[in-house]
């Protein structure tokens, strides 16, 4: 198929999207009892700033405000013209916090917290709500809160206002997992196409690096994966200058990031051929993840999603080798969301999310592993779609 770049000015979110989330946070704190939140987010956790005001930080950390009357995105001086930029909400000061100290910024001014909570608050509230997660916040940022007004601030962890805010997915949010996901797939089939004995590791991730930003991806869920051979036993190791020889299990993964939205497509294929042992093994995991599939249904026990992969590879003898739970959430993070399908999950599938389906078998004594992993979304009409046209079996015989 020949992929052609989206179209950024009219494929993106609308302002509506953001006015949206920030009135209904808002009135989730108000029935917490609560006039402030506070979320913190990295390059590598975005999620929660994000959600909320479109800023993706690079670099720099930044954390957010959320009032009664303003969202205040509050990060370093060199995040403001990003801001400035790619921001969809809210109204930016440099933090202190984030402050070099061994940079010279000359008269640009940075506030505290203490100064932004009486600017745009006009008092120190009794108790701060934490939007983020503990092992999200810094210390740092925590400390910050406590000393204001001799540590007469209280906080209490509300996390889970966004994590469940950022599970169940608006339609558009859904429109931009779907282009995510077609962006996914091009660049796997380009990887698939590169694959042979005698090519880097990093050769094959450089071309599908190349194929998602050409198509609108402007990073990553992940580093692109190719681990070939012994390699796949890392399970999610990047790409190496290991060379790929002949009859080398190839495992590859790719994530781009598109407004913010990850998507990710894993395929497991051999170089030179699969021989029929190894064709064996990929068909197995490659049907468990087709029986998890069927399972992915509103309404439907998330455990059965993995119960169908997991039932499957134990009656195959390979159950041992599936290392994790099936199914898991997405969106302004390609694993680390809400909610999983796990063989212990207690909870029955909704409408509105995006889900990964992901079948991953390592630590074979013969072949390491292999990983079949899809997007896939379930709509507010309650109808289940696979985003990729590409087959998962990939592989070629010899």
């Known amino acids: 198929m020949k992929w052609q770049p989206t179209d950024y000015a009219r494929n993106t979110l609308p302002p509506s999207e953001f006015e949206r989330r920030i009135r209904e946070v808002r009135a989730q704190l108000r029935r917490e009892g609560l006039e402030v939140g506070l979320a913190y987010a990295t390059e590598h956790m975005p999620g929660d700033v994000q959600y909320l005001s479109g800023y993706d930080p690079h670099l720099e950390n930044v954390a957010l405000l959320l009032l009664p009357e303003a969202l205040i995105v509050m990060g370093g001086a060199e995040g403001e013209k990003m801001f400035e930029d790619g921001g969809r909400a ?20 940075f506030f505290s917290l203490a100064e932004i909570l009486l600017e745009f ?38 996390s889970s206002v966004l994590a469940q805010a950022r599970y169940r997915k608006s339609p558009a949010e859904l429109a931009m997992f779907r282009i995510a996901s077609e962006i996914a797939t091009a660049a796997m089939e380009k990887m698939i196409d590169a694959v042979r004995p005698g090519i880097r590791e990093l050769e094959v991730a450089a071309v599908g690096d190349f194929e998602l930003k ?84 509103a309404g439907q026990p998330a455990r059965d999603v993995d119960l169908a992969a997991r039932t499957y590879l134990n009656s195959v003898d390979l159950g041992v ?14 694993c680390l969301e809400e909610k ?13 999310i995006a889900m990964m389906l992901d079948v991953g078998l390592f630590g074979h004594p013969d072949f390491y592993g292999a990983r079949h992993e899809d997007p896939y979304l379930i709509d507010h009409a309650g109808q289940t779609e696979r985003l990729t046209t590409l087959p998962m079996k990939v592989y070629t015989s010899r």
């Open 90 to 109: 809210g109204l930016w000061r440099n933090l202190n916090l984030f402050e070099i100290p061994f940079q010279d910024y000359g008269e640009l001014r």
């Open 121 to 158: 608050l006009g008092h120190f509230p009794e108790e701060i709500g934490l939007l983020s997660a503990p092992n999200v916040l810094s210390q740092e940022i925590v400390a910050m809160v406590k000393s204001i007004g001799d540590g007469a601030i209280d906080l209490r962890d509300v």
């Open 214 to 297: 050409r198509l609108g991806a402007y990073g990553f869920g992940f580093d692109t994966m190719v681990c070939s051979g012994p390699r796949i036993n890392t399970i999610i190791g990047r790409a190496t200058n290991r060379v790929i020889a002949k009859g080398d299990m190839v495992m590859l993964g790719v994530s781009p990031r598109y407004e913010g939205y990850t998507s990710a497509l894993g395929r497991t294929l051999v170089a030179g051929g699969a021989n029929e042992l190894q064709a064996q093994f990929l068909d197995h995991g490659i049907h468990a993840q087709a029986l998890a599939g069927q399972q992915l249904r």
């Open 321 to 334: 080798y599936h290392a994790y739970g099936t199914g898991h959430g997405i969106g302004l993070t390609e």
């Open 340 to 352: 999983t399908a796990t063989q212990s999950s207690d909870y029955d599938l909704p409408a509105g």
